[in-house]
């Protein structure tokens, strides 16, 4: 069965920084691309980052590129987000989703989701 | 970035009614292999998203038939055979023909 696990949410004040990590078992990590998809308490859905299987390809959606970096360490099947200088507007359940290893089919499972809250 | 919009925003169902729920996209999500990558996803109160429909009409592992998926170019539908308790929830259309990703802002599927 596909588990994915994510840590390390909680509270931080603007500016600052945290490290969310995601631990996955039931499958091959090594093979499958992965992504951070964030939703604040009551709103919608957004995309924020993806990494190909080797990370050989990265992607940030606008509103985090340069603030924050995704990784991940495929001995430790782990994926990581380096969030910096967080602002309010990047409180949200934090989502690490799986694809499903065929070009464009995202998405196919995802975790339990860890809160950030950005507030002084 | 391609904007999704779904309606209605909220869809008040009787059990064992049928229920519709409607996604259109500011572009065709016809892709160049010619797929259509277009997805639903149902979230249930205080659950994480599930998947239940990609590429339009394909459902996935252990998504009850009653779910079932159409459309195609811009206008696409999620339409339930016959609404269970289980149902209730926000459900999302995603598109991933064009880069980002992008969601629906959702709709609230909910008892009468």
């Known amino acids: 069965e596909v588990q994915l696990v994510e840590s390390g949410g909680g509270l931080v004040k603007p500016g600052g920084s945290l490290r969310l990590s995601c631990a996955a078992s039931?499958?091959?990590?090594?093979?499958?691309?992965i992504n951070w998809v964030r939703q604040a308490p009551g709103k919608g859905l957004e995309w924020v980052s993806a990494?190909?299987?080797?990370?050989?390809?990265?992607y940030y959606a606008d509103s985090v590129k340069g603030r924050f970096t995704i990784s991940r360490d495929n001995v430790k099947n782990s994926l990581y987000l380096q969030m910096n200088s967080l602002r309010a507007e990047d409180t949200a359940f934090y989502y690490c989703?799986?694809?499903?290893?065929?070009?464009?089919?995202?998405?196919?499972?995802w975790g339990q989701g860890t809160l950030v809250t950005v507030s002084s | 970035d391609v904007v999704m919009t779904q309606s209605p925003f909220s869809l008040p169902v009787t059990l064992g009614q049928p229920a519709s729920i409607s996604c259109r996209s500011t572009?065709?999500?016809?892709?160049?292999?010619?797929?259509?990558?277009l997805s639903w996803f149902q979230q249930r109160p205080g659950q994480s998203p599930r998947r239940l429909i990609y590429?339009?009409?394909n459902r996935d592992s252990g998504v009850p038939d009653r779910f079932s998926g159409s459309g195609s170019g811009t206008d696409f539908t999620l339409k339930i055979s016959r609404v269970e308790a289980e149902d209730v929830g926000v459900y999302y259309c995603?598109?991933?023909?064009?880069?980002?990703?992008?969601f629906g802002q959702g709709t609230k599927v909910e008892i009468k």
């Open positions: 989703v799986r694809d499903n290893g065929a070009a464009r089919d995202y998405f196919q499972h």
């Open positions: 039931g499958f091959t990590f090594s093979t499958y691309s």
């Open positions: 990494i190909s299987s080797r990370s050989d390809y990265i």
């Open positions: 572009q065709s999500l016809v892709y160049s292999d010619g797929n259509t990558y």
């Open positions: 590429k339009v009409s």
């Open positions: 995603m598109q991933g023909t064009h880069w980002p990703p992008t």
